[in-house]
């Protein structure tokens, strides 16, 4: 099974890891960890990974929030399960990359 990174207090690394893996996922979470905001998103989401007016310098990983990666959604799911989602579930999809239909369709395909 592929490991879990979290990032916290360094958007650089965060970055640099989002593009070595554009075929990985994102658990983004509050700086404590909160069972009820664990958001999972594709690598290559826009909502975590651009800068924007919402999102300055330090948004993703130095200021409110921290990121989960791993190029396996069984590692996040037991991440997640590890961490006060007892059934290993997240909160929400992200509403944008869609990353559960994205591995269905993705595994589907081969």
């Given at each position: 099974?592929?490991?879990v990174?979290?990032f916290?207090?360094?958007?650089?690394?965060?970055?640099?890891?989002?593009?070595?893996?554009?075929?990985?996922?994102?658990?983004?979470?509050?700086?404590?960890?909160?069972?009820?905001?664990?958001?999972?998103?594709?690598?290559?989401?826009?909502?975590?990974?651009?800068?924007s007016?919402?999102?300055?310098?330090?948004?993703?990983t130095?200021?409110?929030?921290?990121n989960?990666?791993?190029s396996?959604?069984?590692?996040?799911?037991?991440?997640?399960?590890?961490?006060?989602?007892?059934?290993?579930?997240?909160?929400?999809?992200?509403s944008?990359?869609?990353?559960?239909?994205?591995?269905?369709i993705?595994?589907?395909?081969?």
């Amino acid at each position: 099974m592929d490991s879990v990174v979290e990032f916290k207090d360094n958007d650089e690394k965060y970055f640099k890891w989002l593009s070595q893996h554009p075929s990985a996922y994102v658990i983004n979470t509050r700086r404590v960890i909160d069972a009820e905001y664990m958001v999972l998103h594709k690598s290559t989401c826009f909502h975590i990974s651009t800068y924007s007016k919402r999102a300055s310098s330090g948004a993703f990983t130095e200021n409110l929030y921290i990121n989960i990666c791993s190029s396996s959604m069984k590692s996040l799911s037991l991440w997640a399960e590890n961490n006060g989602r007892k059934d290993g579930s997240f909160s929400k999809e992200c509403s944008l990359c869609h990353p559960l239909i994205y591995k269905s369709i993705t595994v589907s395909a081969r």
